[in-house]
């Protein structure tokens, strides 16, 4: 298994879905966990690297307080894996509101650019950014403009972080899965064929790989992880 031991790592939406499986792959890769999310609590991960830190990252200021929160919690800050993100569809371009192009740039590009914002600020001596995709950016799917376009920015945001930061030994890569295998997602879809969907379990154990020391010269990728969804 890949140690990231003493490693202090930032992960957004760490209680979500997705966010469950990647905190414990963190923590069980030996790193200081900070997790945040809008009601995240110190008793979701009962473990000693865990610290919980709830936030609105939506809000750039709070998004600022995150980082800072982190380097006083762990003395610095080495990666952040951000997970926050959402999704909203089901009506063509001419009949998608104002208010879902607003949730949709505020959940999957406003809150990324100010948390990698805080973030980078403070990765000394390098670092690891971490953001997740959407496969309807590469491949486009009808009456889900705004959310494939918010996730469009998310990945021009962190391939831009890439170009800005290769001689300051900070990488920034994208994953991009087809529906992810999480109990909300098979809640709503149960009689979809779930082999076909992104394990969240892979999903961890990459993010936690391009954390390591191997990934060093993987930076501005953007990394399909379709499996049999392919
Ligand atoms: N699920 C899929 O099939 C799928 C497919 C493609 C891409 N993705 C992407 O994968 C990522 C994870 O998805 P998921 O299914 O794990 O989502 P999820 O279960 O809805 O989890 C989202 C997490 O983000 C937190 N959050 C949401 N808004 C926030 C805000 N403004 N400030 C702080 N925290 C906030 C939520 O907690 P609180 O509510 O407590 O704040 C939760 O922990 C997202 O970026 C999503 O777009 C998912």
């Known amino acids: 298994m890949t140690s990231l031991e003493s490693k202090a790592v930032l992960i957004t939406g760490a209680e979500g879905g997705l966010g469950a499986f990647v905190t414990k792959a963190f923590l069980e890769a030996g790193a200081l966990v900070a997790g945040v999310s809008r009601s995240i609590n110190e008793s979701d991960f009962p473990h000693p690297s865990f610290a919980a830190i709830s936030a609105e990252l939506s809000d750039s200021s709070a998004a600022e307080a995150v980082a800072a929160q982190v380097v006083e919690r762990f003395g610095k800050l080495d990666a952040l894996i951000h997970l926050v993100g959402g999704f909203a569809g089901g009506q063509p371009v001419a009949d998608t509101d104002d208010a879902t192009v607003d949730k949709m740039l505020d959940m999957n590009f406003r809150s990324a650019f ?32 705004a959310y494939a376009a918010s996730k469009a920015a998310l990945i021009s945001l962190v391939r831009t972080l890439a170009v800005e930061n290769r001689d300051a030994g900070i990488t920034a890569n994208v994953i991009v899965p087809t529906t992810i295998d999480t109990p909300a997602t098979r809640a709503a ?23 390591s020391e191997e990934a060093s010269q993987v930076t501005g990728a953007v990394i399909p992880l379709y499996g049999r969804g392919v």
Not at 116 to 143: D, Q, T
Not at 189 to 211: E, F, G, I
């Open 114 to 145: 100010h948390v990698m914002r805080a973030a980078v600020r403070r990765m000394k001596g390098g670092g690891r950014i971490v953001a997740i995709g959407s496969r309807a950016v590469s491949e486009p799917v009808a009456a889900i403009a």
């Open 189 to 211: 879809d149960p009689n979809a064929d779930h082999s076909r969907w992104t394990d969240p379990r892979r999903m961890a154990n990459l993010a936690v790989w391009l954390v």
